[in-house]
């Protein structure tokens, strides 16, 4: 029995969970879990280690095995492998791709789930990824999947990147919608709302809009 509540937010790439789920998580308190840095820290260590992203039995080794923590040794925030900063190694193109292309992997998936319940076992948390609500933690206190137009959350995306320094936006788009294909059609923990999910479209919302809604779910939640 958890005494605070989890809260799960999924949805597809540039709907706005990063910036959502950080304002929420300071808001109400609550300790944050990036899933998808996981998924993308995995691809990175995959990548360094040699192994190919579709070779499913190495990289659940692998994923088992990885030293990943969310802090360092004098509490800065960030992503961790084996105490090295790769915060910003696994943010790039290449790695989006490739943590879609790992995350299809069941044994990918067991590693890093068992990891996030673990991590979120007493609450107080939000996690954001695909499966948070549907798998991770059916039973969450509060739910959501947020979405936005393709096109917006290409936007996002390419404005992420500094002038010149990233890919044109038409690339983007590509990769995006590519992205959502490999993720809501694949065997194990497909992108899908999950039962009992307020649904919210980001499209025209602010992000401050967008949070306002989620607190009043949480704070019911946790009353
Ligand atoms: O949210 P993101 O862009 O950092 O996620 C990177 C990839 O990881 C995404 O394309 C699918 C995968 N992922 C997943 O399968 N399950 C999650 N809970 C989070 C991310």
């Known amino acids: ?23 929420l998580a ?10 998808g840095s996981m998924y993308r820290a995995c691809a990175l260590a995959a990548r360094r280690a040699g192994i190919p992203w579709s070779d499913a039995d190495r990289l659940g080794e692998l994923a088992r095995r990885m030293e990943l923590s969310f802090r360092d040794a004098a509490g800065a925030a960030g992503v961790y492998l084996a105490c090295e900063d790769v915060t910003a190694d696994i ?3 290449e790695m989006s791709m490739g943590a879609s292309d790992v995350s299809a992997h069941l044994p990918v998936r067991e590693a890093l789930v068992a990891k996030q319940r673990e991590m979120a076992r007493d609450g107080g948390v939000v996690l954001e990824g695909r ?5 991770v933690f059916p039973d969450a206190e509060a739910k959501f999947f947020l979405d936005a137009a393709a096109a917006v ?7 992420e990147w500094a002038p010149g320094k990233g890919q044109p936006f038409e690339r983007v788009l590509k990769e995006v919608l590519r992205r959502d294909v490999q993720d809501c059609t694949r065997e194990h923990s497909p992108l899908k ?23 009043k779910s949480v704070r019911g939640a946790a009353r």
């Open 26 to 35: 300071e808001k109400a308190g609550f300790v944050r879990i990036d899933t």
């Open 131 to 135: 499966d948070t609500g549907t798998v």
């Open 193 to 215: 709302m999950a039962e009992g999910a307020v649904y919210i479209d980001s499209t025209i919302l602010s992000v401050e809009e967008v949070v306002g809604i989620m607190m």
């Open 91 to 93: 943010r790039t193109p």
């Open 1 to 23: 029995m958890r005494s605070r509540p989890v809260v799960t937010i999924d949805g597809p790439s540039g709907a706005g969970k990063t910036t959502v789920s950080k304002m």
């Open 153 to 159: 959350r290409a936007l996002r995306r390419y404005r």
